[in-house]
């Protein structure tokens, strides 16, 4: 239950801070996001740009790229997926502890973009892994990552601790493992996993 | 990684020689370095086998960024073929879309206007210049350095992609030259604005080089680490800085005098060990080259098109023939082979990448040094893996 605002501004004034675990909580998940350091193409230098100087991701609480699955929160898909990397990119994201979040930046990570009709391209990670913010972009300018940042500090925000919508770590009931696409005779077998991605339906 | 005990058995075959015998003691560890690593540049793996620290196999496994590049350009025409290129090395496009656009130009015997040659000079050498910066900064950065010398490397290099985009209208993609020039002019406020870049290079290289090249750590990780003899790096037909740290002297721009380049004077560095050093070294030095050329470019563009109004953009069939156009890109020679069936679209294209031929003596290097050297070796061959998988 969330404090109300005009309370909370008339406790303040006199040095009374008031919070709920669920704002308090959220907060600090949200101002630390470790993301993975892990690039896979173009995108990634922007990646690397966008912690840099000019653009400083640490403004963000992210600056601290962790270069192991296990200490990191979340993971920026840089880059074109190929079906060979693919079953990598899962592994790495199963190997990441809850609560967990992917930023997909970039038309290749989104879509396969310039490079779909590739015979060897992956059309979108968001087959296999969800993904919380697509960045569009060939590639993204680092302002569009640090927007994606904002957004996924938003939904962290909004994110109640119990009930519909709580974050998977919280949810003893939620999927933590997804299945790692296998090499099969013509494709990655399955083609996608059917849990997260469903075929999007067209409007002519 | 992931260490496991090996068969010395299951290693025959690995490799071609010259290859290193373990010393007898211990077991040898099987270690998959990557695609994952921090510091591949992307997704690359190397496949070591280690007696103790010392590496005694090296086995690269290409692939992980393979686009079909190849494959899609002989699907698409030729000038949609350009924007692809950016791709293939994506720190410095500008080189990519010139040796394209060279090859082309080649294979329909296309001219360049004056002033489309001096501004491919111009992008060019400040992709270099900003291609050597941030080969650097990754170089320090894998040796340790965490953050601070590829912060000020990629200061500068921010600078350049605000020139880039502000010409061409993307900061890494800029999609810029044409078969017969360039795509717009640059206003002369661009060319103030690059003057004004120019003029802090100078600067920017002085202080690198005061932190960086008499620093005890640099000198004590990088030299005599990693050499490359330059018999071994002619047969293995390495180019770029690779080469002329191994002492060789060959440099496209002066020995196949493509576009302008025999107009400026510049020298072309040469180290003498083919260690990691002097690979760094040489690539400061071409910075400080590259600046020489840009300011003579600068003060000699002269006006005019900057695309040969006889150019033919739509409609665009070459004659069945083939050609191969080349230029000095950062990482070395960057080649693009084409061949023409008269069609909209390319019958054979192939590109040469610097940086998987580069990349093929890794193992040479490598052999007998310590793991942890395997890392700055590595980053000091300076790939990017769009090329080398394309």
């Not at chain 1, 350091?37 to 609480?61: K, N, P, S, V």
């Not at chain 2, 299951?10 to 020689?17: D, F, H, Y």
């Not at chain 2, 910066?133 to 894998?142: C, P, R, T, V």
């Not at chain 2, 050499?227 to 191994?246: C, D, F, W, Y």
């Amino acid at each position: 239950m969330a404090v109300d605002e005009n309370l909370k501004i008339e406790l303040g004034k006199q040095g009374v801070f008031v919070t709920t675990v669920e704002e308090l909580y959220n907060w600090g998940r949200r101002s630390s996001i470790w993301p993975m350091q892990f690039g896979l193409a173009c995108c990634a230098i922007e990646m690397i740009a966008t912690t840099m100087a000019r653009y400083d991701l640490a403004r963000f609480g992210a600056e601290v790229f962790r270069p192991s699955p296990r200490q990191a929160d979340m993971m920026i898909i840089s880059g074109t997926v190929t079906k060979k990397m693919a079953p990598q990119v899962v592994r790495l994201y199963n190997q990441m502890a809850e609560p967990k979040y992917v930023i997909a930046m970039g038309a290749c990570a989104i879509s396969g973009g310039p490079f779909k009709q590739g015979y060897n391209v992956l059309k979108g990670i968001d087959r296999y892994i969800p993904v919380d913010v697509h960045i569009p972009g060939c590639p993204p300018r680092p302002e569009a990552l640090l927007q994606a940042f904002m957004t996924l500090q938003k939904k962290i925000d909004a994110q109640p601790l119990t009930g519909e919508g709580r974050p998977r770590h919280l949810d003893a009931e939620a999927q933590g493992e997804f299945p790692v696409p296998v090499e099969g005779e013509h494709d990655l077998e399955p083609a996608s996993n059917k849990g997260v991605w469903t075929v999007p339906v067209v409007i002519r | 990684m992931t260490p496991s005990t090996i068969d010395p058995e299951r290693l025959e075959g690995w490799n071609r020689p010259p290859i290193i015998e373990p010393d007898g003691e211990g077991d040898l560890l099987e270690v998959a370095m990557g695609p994952h690593h921090p510091s591949t540049h992307g997704v690359f793996r190397m496949d070591l086998a280690l007696d103790g620290e010392r590496v005694i196999r090296l086995k690269p496994v290409f692939g992980y960024l393979h686009r079909n590049h190849e494959k899609i350009a002989e699907t698409v025409s030729y000038l949609a073929t350009m924007p692809y290129t950016d791709r293939l090395d994506y720190i410095c496009s500008l080189t990519n879309n010139w040796a394209y656009a060279l090859a082309v130009e080649k294979l329909v015997g296309q001219e360049v206007p004056e002033r489309a040659e001096y501004l491919r000079v111009i992008l060019g050498e400040l992709t270099r210049a900003q291609n050597h910066a941030s080969s650097i900064g990754f170089l320090l950065q894998e040796m340790g350095a965490s953050g601070t010398p590829l912060m000020y490397a990629f200061r500068e290099r921010e600078k350049i992609l605000d020139l880039f985009e502000s010409l061409t209208g993307s900061r890494m993609m800029c999609n810029y030259m044409r078969f017969g020039g360039c795509r717009v002019d640059a206003s002369p406020v661009w060319l103030d604005a690059v003057r004004k870049v120019v003029a802090g290079l100078p600067a920017f290289v002085d202080e690198f080089e005061r932190f960086l090249s008499g620093s005890e750590i640099v000198m004590a990780r990088c030299q005599g680490v990693g050499i490359l003899k330059p018999e071994l790096a002619i047969n293995a037909g390495v180019t770029g800085p690779m080469l002329r740290a191994s002492g060789v002297n060959y440099d496209i721009r002066k020995v196949d005098h493509y576009g302008i380049y025999d107009r400026f004077k510049f020298r072309v560095p040469l180290g003498d060990h083919g260690d990691i050093y002097d690979r760094y070294m040489v690539r400061i030095l071409e910075i400080r080259e590259s600046i020489g050329i840009l300011e003579q470019a600068l003060k000699g563009i002269p006006g005019g098109p900057v695309m040969d109004p006889k150019a033919k953009i739509r409609n665009f069939r070459p004659k069945p023939g083939e050609a191969y156009g080349r230029i000095e890109a950062p990482k070395g020679e960057l080649g693009f082979y084409l061949i023409s069936d008269g069609g909209p679209n390319p019958y054979r294209y192939r590109v040469r990448p610097p940086s998987l031929i580069n990349l093929t003596v890794l193992e040479d290097m490598c052999l007998g040094s310590n793991v942890a050297d395997v890392v700055l070796i590595f980053g000091s061959v300076d790939i990017v893996l769009g090329e080398v998988d394309r």
